[in-house]
């Protein structure tokens, strides 16, 4: 298992939320591996396998279409690229481009509304927009029927957006954007990512700051400069729109002509050039944060996506610290015990790149000696090169990671996001083929030539160490608050009249047949066929979970779990990370609170192999002392880490408060220090011989292969497995704890921070088997379940005052809680509790659901149906979730009939049903010293307590 860096990794996230890396990659999973014997498919086999045939035509104002046809789902990705980022915003101006997409959010002309709310009209799903160094995107993926309204849309903010633009809507989205940068600052090393551009790219360069900007820029944003940008930037000239799923060229042309046609030309973006920066020396920085172990990162310019070498560096970073099997990994984690995790990783864009390598140490090292054994890894790889096989299984990983990720039409990374980014960045639509034709062909000495040409410049070490923050925090200097209910509106000006076309049908879902069977050793084996991508997902899921956990021991099932794939009795835990990337197979292990799970993704065409590894990480872990030592220091320093960040403390504190201390939901699932230092062998091997188990599991797959040839495998490595003797575990629920008389506040006091996180929550009897528990879901949906929905509208879009509000129940097998989690600034804490507060009272007593949001949520829920099943992940969760409340197998379809019965009343009844206001816990985590004065005007209870660690 390979842990990632739990600290200035974060940073990169950060840049790469906003940005791309060098290869478009499936989420990361914990792999495993398989026989080391086994035969796996070529990787010019696997490299065919990746294709994403497409049509291209521009219409005459300049709109480059591309056009990409999958049939399988009744639904179409539309993703709208404009070919302008951050490193195109003039000096003074940083975090424009990315202010200007919330603007965009806004409404239009002729769509003068949140545009969250046609997309809901529609059944969208996978909707967002973002913003990187180089480029602003939009997107959605809509049913087949809402195709028309969704060009419609997005014509209207591309064409006819400045009439709806006010000042009003500036300010607010101005303070959305500034608290999205707090929430980000406010994370532990959320600070760094600045300090690696200032030094990286110092100014003037295109690339010497952050997409989000600075406070000081985004308070100076006028209306000229929007009216501005818009006009220069937001051209069809400057755009490319891709339709990807159920539609043809054929059928997209006409369309897109009818509602981009008539859009004038713009000004011709020329994106800012950039030259690749190098240091003149070597250079050095060490910050302090929240952080619970130090890291030394290393950083070094690098080309950008169109360099030839850009393969060659992103292969051998992987080789370097980013697969399992890493030199890092193997090293400075496994062999020689020196950091709890490590990474490499090359992030390329446009014009510019940054290679890293990051090492975290453990708490009991000397952090010099890890630096020093850094330092000579990264030489030592300089020197010699990776080996053939390596290589070969960077390109398996990252080819396989590709298929996977390309069952999806749209969303962050599907077939739209891969066909837009090698377009607008690349000018080739075809971008990722090219890369990969490099990929089935590199050879250990291009990988040694580039990462030589690259990795012996000077370079920028950044140390991340425990303490406090140095310096004082850049803070906006206000925006007032939106216009109150006496103020007049600002008037939205329409150019020319576009009315919004009909969406004459609603798209069904059609989820697959699910078969069930018994496999010989008595597991039910449930199965679903899909073959859209060839691959195959597999989930051994057992009835254990976190909730498996005795009482003095939590954190012994995710400790336990971690340890599977860390060496059999015939595999090392090397050996294991080697052999799964050569299969190009991925195995996560987790499952929540109520089971435990194994869940392969195994390229069909190196099915049986990946099953054997499956079955021998299962039913063979060594469990060794040393392994059991190493990943306890591991998941200690990851609790070290929850103690100091906000979202982390917040539940770590609710949990017991909301489920009663002895629950088995109270937690932590991941234990604490004293837990997890007490947990033995014995523990460990007495949670597997009691808890996984034949007896006590069940398979679920999705596959394209036939279910006959399915089964016979999982016969073949499954089949002769037998229950211990031992007695199968079980788990004790209580009565539930006496609701409080109150609510009452718990202040958790975490000096310096920028924002308060405010985590409400209370029990309810809410049963998810029950016939109201849709209406109990769909009621949230109108209070705080979505975008829409009151607590955000009005904390986000009204006031300013926080990125993001939600209400969410926490659905578990034997406990649902309702939840309210809002991070706002700090400054605005006791405004915020005390309108969470009001909204809900009176959503609960005199303002429920309006017929109005009932519409729109019913609408939004039945369409997104078919888009929300459209890879096999999905289906294979479904089923699990289905299995596990003893719902029908065509549930998801019969439910849109439970949706179209709802009213206003029964999500009502529901809802008050569930959920009283005046009993929730309130925690709150952020400083004391500038939360507590405000928390006076509420007149409850306040309990104040101090992070750990600050006692």
Do not use: C
Not at 145 to 174: C, F, H, I
Not at 895 to 900: E, I, L, P, S, T
């Amino acid at each position: 298992m390979q842990f990632k860096p739990l600290l200035t990794a974060s940073a990169l996230a950060l840049a790469l939320g906003t940005g791309a890396p060098a290869f478009a990659q499936a989420p990361a999973a914990n792999v495993a591996a398989s026989t080391a014997d086994a035969a796996p498919a070529e990787l010019s086999t696997l490299v065919d396998q990746v294709d994403i045939p497409y049509e291209k035509f521009t219409l005459e104002n300049g709109l480059d279409v591309i056009v990409h046809t999958d049939r399988k789902a009744p639904i179409v990705a539309v993703a709208v690229w404009y070919n302008v980022g951050s490193k195109d915003e003039p000096k003074g101006k940083s975090g424009f481009a990315h202010l200007f997409e919330h603007l965009m959010f806004n409404g239009s002309e002729n769509a003068p509304e949140d545009y969250f709310q046609y997309l809901q009209e529609m059944g969208a799903t996978d909707y967002n927009g973002t913003t990187n160094f180089d480029r602003t995107n939009y997107f959605q993926t809509v049913p087949t029927p809402a195709l028309e309204r969704a060009l419609w849309l997005e014509s209207d903010r591309m064409g006819y957006l400045l009439g709806a633009v006010t000042q009003e809507k500036l300010d607010n989205q101005r303070g959305v954007v500034q608290n999205e940068k707090r929430q980000g600052d406010n994370q532990p090393g959320g600070l760094v990512f600045y300090e690696i551009i200032k030094a990286l790219f110092p100014a003037p360069h295109p690339y010497d700051h952050t997409p989000i900007g600075s406070m000081a820029d985004l308070d100076s944003a006028s209306m000229e400069d929007v009216r501005n940008w818009f006009r220069d930037k937001y051209g069809p000239n400057n755009a490319t729109v891709v339709l990807a799923g159920d539609v043809s060229a054929d059928e997209a042309r006409p369309l897109v002509e009818k509602y981009f046609g008539p859009i004038a030309r713009g000004p011709v973006n020329e994106p800012a050039q950039a030259e690749v920066t190098e240091l003149s020396e070597d250079v050095r920085t060490v910050m302090r944060d929240q952080v619970a172990a130090v890291s030394i990162d290393k950083y070094w310019t690098a080309p950008g996506i169109t360099d030839r070498e850009l393969t060659a560096l992103t292969v051998g970073a992987q080789i370097l610290g980013g697969l399992s099997s890493s030199r890092l990994d193997n090293t400075l984690v496994r062999d020689e015990q020196l950091a709890v995790s490590v990474s490499a990783g090359n992030y390329a864009w446009q014009r510019v790149g940054i290679l890293n390598v990051s090492a975290t140490a453990r708490p009991d090292v000397d952090e010099a000696e890890v630096e020093r054994r850094l330092d000579e890894l990264v030489a030592q790889f300089i020197a010699e090169g990776p080996t053939e096989d390596e290589v070969r299984r960077a390109a398996t990983s990252t080819v396989a990671g590709t298929i996977r990720g390309l069952e999806q039409v749209g969303g962050f990374g599907g077939r739209a996001v891969t066909l837009a980014s090698g377009e607008v960045l690349a000018d080739d639509p075809s971008f990722y083929a090219r890369q990969f034709e490099i990929l089935a062909t590199l050879t250990p000495g291009e990988v040694q030539a580039a990462m030589q040409r690259w990795m012996t410049r000077p370079s920028f070490t950044l140390v991340l160490e425990p303490g406090e923050r140095d310096g004082s925090y850049e803070e906006a200097a206000g925006v007032a608050e939106a216009a109150g209910d006496g103020d007049p509106a600002e008037e939205v000006t329409v150019t020319k009249v576009r009315p919004a076309p009909p969406i004459d049908s609603v798209a069904e879902l059609d989820f697959p047949e699910v078969q069930h069977t018994t496999l010989a050793n008595g597991m039910a084996l449930h199965y679903a066929q899909r073959d859209a991508i060839p691959a195959t997902y597999v989930t051994l899921s057992f009835d254990a979970g976190s909730t498996a956990d005795p009482a003095d021991k939590r954190g012994l099932e995710g400790l336990a779990l971690g340890l599977f794939e860390e060496g059999t009795t015939t595999m090392s835990s090397r050996e294991i990370a080697e052999t799964s990337e050569r299969l190009g197979a991925n195995i996560s292990l987790g499952g929540g609170a109520d089971r435990s799970s194994f869940t392969l993704s195994a390229l069909s065409a190196n099915l049986v192999p990946s099953l054997e590894l499956l079955s021998d990480i299962v039913r063979n872990p060594a469990f060794a002392q040393s392994e059991i030592d190493r990943v306890r220091a591991q998941r200690i320093t990851g609790v070290e880490q929850e103690l100091r960040t906000p979202s982390a403390i917040a539940a770590r504190t609710i949990s017991p408060l909301i489920y009663g201390a002895e629950s088995p939901y109270a937690g932590p699932d991941t234990g604490t220090v004293a837990s997890l230092s007490a947990i033995t062998r014995e523990d460990i091997t007495g949670f597997k011989d009691r808890w996984i188990r034949p007896d006590n599991g069940a398979v679920f797959v999705v596959s394209d292969r036939p279910l006959a040839e399915i089964e016979a495998a999982l016969n073949g490595v499954l089949g002769d497995w037998q229950a211990p003797a031992v007695a199968k575990g079980t788990k004790s629920f209580d009565d539930a704890p006496a609701a409080p008389a109150e609510s009452r506040i718990v202040l958790v006091n975490r000096p310096n921070s920028p924002q308060s996180y405010i985590y409400g929550g209370q029990l309810t009897s809410v049963d998810p088997r029950g016939e109201t528990y849709v209406d109990f879901l769909n009621a949230n949906n109108a209070l705080g379940g979505n975008f829409l929905a009151r607590l955000n509208m009005n904390l986000r879009e009204t006031k300013g005052w926080s990125y993001g509000v939600r209400g969410a129940p926490l659905t578990n097998e034997n406990a649902v809680a309702y939840t309210v989690r809002a991070p706002v600034q700090a400054d605005r804490t006791g405004d915020a509790l005390a309108e969470l507060i009001r909204e809900t009272g009176e959503f609960l007593d005199t303002r429920g659901v309006t017929e109005a949001e009932l519409t729109r949520i019913v609408t939004a829920e039945i369409g997104e149906l078919p888009g929300q099943f459209e890879t096999s992940g999905a289906i294979l969760g479904a089923m699990q979730t289905n299995a596990m409340y003893g719902r029908p197998d065509d549930y998801y379809e019969r439910v849109a009939d439970r949706y179209r019965a709802q009213t206003a009343e029964s999500l009502d009844a529901a809802a008050r049903a569930a959920i009283d206001p005046d009993r929730f816990v309130w925690v709150i985590v952020g400083d004391a010293s500038v939360v507590e004065p405000q928390l006076e005007q509420l007149g409850l209870a306040v309990e104040r307590v101090e992070m750990a660690g600050t006692e």
